[in-house]
Every structure is written in structure tokens, then in C-alpha cells.
């Protein structure tokens, strides 16, 4: 059986969020998986009694040290080694756990994964990707979203094969796209870096190490044009976060819209009932907590990251994709395509 | 009275729209200035016949040449010296017009001004900027959003520079706000160059030059934190083009949402309506043909740039955009503030 270690203390709602979200995951899949759940006993064991947990899979471990959101990653690591984080990416260095799950601090969890479980040999940079809304069917990822900047040519072409077999192994598509994201579509557009990605893009699609389709344009990503997205995670991180407003952004357009008809007399409560709810159900695809988080690529064993607001429903698919990226053997699969000649 | 030359030719609806924005405007300004319109004569001479001009400060040129959208920048300049784009920009060179305005290949108009009206002393890269919607008042510029890769520290600072005179002086916004585009707040975050613009940002600020409120991140640009944010053009380009993406995606799953609620008899026929102009006031911020265009920031002459899908209104509004940028002299003054020392 698989044991998923979870820390307690990740996020703007923990831990009762994380608590809620465990014992979620462990009753709907009927305990097909452990968890350990890490985290401070004095603020974790009084919310755990609220639930009946005998029937459960589910171990809590006391981590006396939390990091936060305002800790210094490459700091955190080293001085808070007691942390719910660190013990978490231990048990699983030590194989007492398959894979960790967090909510918490993203920079300290990505640095406290490279410096606890290292890389998988081959890899350069780890990276992190994203989920982005799209028209139809599919799935669209971005990557890198903010785990490395200043990137070079080789580091985006790694990205590129790694999400590749996440897509193919681990989101069962059968043939993942690649684009590289850019200022114009034609060859030779964009900067040096580009430049040279796009040849290096084109040499592993030779390979048939990914499909590259070429430079893909802003406007090409909600349109679904390619499943993976190529870029630095300057550009990758800015996209996100801009995405990530315009639901907000938009929905205050829509209240103020909504008042000044109410007010004219136009429509009546009803209909405004209806068209909230119409237009809430519009931002479904922007629902990213359906896939809970994203696994750290690249990294030697399985760490994780959700979004620090994620709500229970968010740490309950974080868990299933944990789990999901043992059984599927991702990393496996990344090792060996990596180290191909 | 001021001389405006427009190109009839640039555009995806040129020549048509053109003629009609230009007729509008000098109609609706009552002849405020004058209107050189270079094109093919065969083209436009048949559509300008369907207007009465007999009463309007409007002239025609013949220019054989026209540059396409399939044209390379840097050639069409040297092989179509005929061209309404270079005839028109040659007009402001030889003082025979004010400003030049086009709706044609941006690439192309940006090589022809730099090639034949140089840049404004002390100007080490000319820039484009675009309008961005914001919640509330006031505006949001993103500056450079494709004209300029591989940016350096003192190009993005003489961005924020010159798009500061801009919004004082042409805008008539008393304190331009200045945000770095970063992929978070803290100093010290994002790459090398980034880094570095930080602090000659502050020095700048220091001076007195800009008014530097620090990093921003992407979903500061929505909520109106800045007025001008600043980005290396592969940033600034990516944001565009997904920005103008929005609507188009949105419509789409509105559409589908309405019709499912029709089906369903939820709302009725004249409630759709209703609801429908409602989801289209809601984009009424995304309306950037308001501004018509934005000046080439940087050039020694003035060169409007519209976009490609440009109407007659938009061109009227380019004119008037021409007009304005010559009045309140915002050339002079970057020449001022970019050789103080």
C-alpha cells in the first residue's frame, strides 16, 4: 500500500483545511493509501478529534517547527529541519513514505525537495508547471511557471520532454504538443534564448522526444493550441498570475453591470440569480483545484505544490496526484528518456 | 494648422476604413487640421469619390508601393521606398507633416521610422507601449510589448522614462506610477537583468524622473497598481496578445452557457438579450480603439501605430492621437529629461 506523507501545516487554511481534505481522500477512495499527516500536535490533534478516524488510514507525526510563508526558502531548509516540510521530504528519502504533498511555502518546499531527495540524474533544473483554462476537450500546461528564470535553451527543451511524459504517462494523452511560447510565429522570432530553443525544440521532435509545432503566440494559449507551453518562468509566472485575476477582475465588471440593471427595472431578482449563477459556471475551466497541484518535475522522488489558498477539495486532489504519480511511474519514465542518447 | 499624413493603405480593412476615420475626423473636428492620405490611387481614389471632401482640409498622394503584412521590417523599407509607409514618414522628415499615422505592419513602421526619422538624442531604444484595462479609474500602460527582446537594464528604465513623460504630459496624468513586472514583490527577485533595473529604477525615482513603486506581479496589472508597467517586450508581447484573447474566449463559453439555459427554459428570449448586452458592457474596459494608437515612444518625429483590425473609429481616433502628440510637444520633453543629468 502506498503511504502519502501530508503536511499539515502548507496554506493560508491550515491546518483544518489539510485535516478536512485528508480524511476526504481517505473515505472516498475507500483507504486505498496511507497518510501520514506531519504537523504541530498542539494546533493538528485538537482539530483531528472532530472526526471519527479509527476506520482510516491515516498516522499523525509531530513536526515541532513550521515554515511559513514569509521564511527565506534556501534558509528554511537549513535552519528549520524539525519542520512538518523537511520531515515530510525525509520520510520519503528514507522510503517510509512514496510521496509528498504541500500546500505551504512553494520556494522553500521546491528547495527543501532538490536539497533532501536531489534530482533525477539528467535532469538540469527542476521545474514547476501550471494549469491553464481552454476551449473544448484537452489540457493545456505552461511551463516553467516560476521555479527558474533566466533560463537557457537546454533547461526550456528539458521542461518540454519532462512535462511531455507527465502529459503522456501520467495525463494519459496520447500525443502531447509542444509550442514555444513567443512574440511571433514565424522562425527566428524573439529573443537570443528563443532563438536557439527553437532549434533545440526542433532536434527533439526529430528524436521523437516531444511534437513541436514552433512558436505559438499569447494569444494561442486559451485557444488550446498546444498542450504544453513553453517559457521562462518570467513570462510563465506573470501569464499565470494575470490568468488567475481576471475572474475577479471581471466578476466586479459583472456585479456593477448587474446593479445598474437591477436598478433600471430591466431584470428582476430571479433572472439575476440566473445570470450570476450563468456566469459563475462560466469560469468552471479556470477551476484549476480539480487538479488539486503539480508535481515539482525533475526532482528525485515525488514533492507535491498547491496553491496556498487551496481549499479541502484542492488538498484531496493533491493526494490523489500524488498517488497517481507513483502508480504511473513518471519519474521512472523521465529518468530513462532524459538519459537516452 | 497642423499636417497629418495617414496611410490609406495599412490596415486589414484598408483602404475603406481608413478613408471613412479620416473623413470623420476632420468632419467631426471641423477641419481642426489637415489630412494628407497616401495610397494607391486606383484604390482610393474610387472609395474617397463616395464622400463629399470638397469642404474638407483633405489631400491625396499617390504611392504605388504598398507594404503587406507579409513584409520582412528591415527590407521593405530599402525595396519599397514608393510606399505609402515611407512616403508618409519622409513627408514628417521633410516638415511637410506633423505626424504620420498607420494601421499597417507594425514591424515594418517601426524600421521605417527609426530609418527615416532617427531617434531623439539620448534615446538608446525607441519603444511601444499598449493600453491595458483596469478596475476603476485612470489608466494602464505596458511597456514594451514586442517592439524590443533581450532588453537591457537602461532600455527598460528609459522605457518607464519616456512612458512617464507620455502619461504627464500627453495623458495629462499628474503622477505616473511606475511597477516592474517581477515574479514576486521583494528586491532582489526575478533574473540578473531584472535585478538590476530595480535599482536604477529607484535611482531614477531618485531623481525625480519616475515615480518607482517597486515589483508587481501579474495580477497587479488588472487591479490598476501602476500606470505603467514595465517588461521586456517578450513579457509585454505575451501579455497583449493573451490579454486580447480574453473576450473572444469568454464569449465563447458564454454563448454555450446561454444556450444551455434557452434549452433548458430557464430564461426566455428577451431575459437572453438582455443578458447578452450585459456580458458585452462587461468588456467595455477591454475597448482599447478608444485610444486608437499609440505613438512610437523614443522616435524624432511622430509615428502612430494602430492595430491591424483597426475600424474608422479607431483610425479617427489615431488622428486625433496624432494631433495630441504634436500639441503637447511629449518629444521635446523626453529630449529634455533623457539629457539632464
Redesign the interface.
Known sequence: MLTIAVDAMGGDNAPACVIEGTVQALQESDNRFEVVLIGQSDKVEPLLAAYDISSLNLKFLHAPEVVTMDDIPATAVKTKQQSSLVKGLQLCKEKQADAFVSAGNTGAQMAASLFVLGRIPGVLRPTIYAYF?R?GEGLTNIVDV?AN??CKPENLVQFAEMLTIYQRYGAGIEKPVTGL???GEEEGK???T?KQTYWLLKEADSKGKINFIGNI???????GKASIVV?????G??????????PE??G???KS??EQ?MASG??DQS?AK??SE?FK??FE?FDVEKFGGVPFLGVDGISIVGHGRSSSRAIKNMIYMAEHMVEKRVNAHIAEVLNEK
Chains 1, 2 share one sequence.
Do not use: A, W, Y
Not at 503566440?217 to 485557444?223: N, T
Not at 517559457?231 to 513570462?235: A, K, N, S
Open positions: 483554462p476551449l516560476g528564470v533566466d511560447l513567443n512574440i524573439g529573443s537570443e528563443l503566440e499569447g494569444h494561442d494559449i486559451l485557444k517559457c521562462d518562468g518570467l513570462v509566472n506573470t501569464i499565470l498570475k494575470f490568468g488567475e485575476s481576471i477582475f471581471l466586479s465588471l459583472f453591470s448587474l440593471l430591466r431584470i433572472t440566473i445570470t450563468m459556471g462560466m475551466p
